[in-house]
């Protein structure tokens, strides 16, 4: 293995292939060079994904207390 230690971008699995890619230079892959799916609104999807779960992250910390169900 020669993955460089830190700030490794998570790797990418086709959905279509299940072959793994790995971004080159951090910038994710657009199509499968495998079976050329193309990735466009999976990446999108899963910038907004992580877009709403830092979102969710945030609101936790500015309130201090959750509510607790009873
Ligand atoms: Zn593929």
Redo the contacts with the bound molecule.
């Keep these: 293995m020669c993955f460089r230690p830190g700030g490794v971008a998570k790797a990418q699995v086709?959905p279509?292939?299940g072959?793994k890619l790995v971004p080159i230079g951090g910038v994710y892959q657009k199509k499968?060079p495998?079976?050329k799916?193309d990735f466009t609104a999976l990446i999108e999807a899963a910038k907004k994904e992580a877009e709403a779960e830092a979102a969710a992250k945030k609101a936790a910390e500015a309130s201090p207390e959750a509510p607790k169900p009873e």
Excluded: R, Y
């Design positions: 086709c279509n292939c072959k499968c495998f079976c799916t």
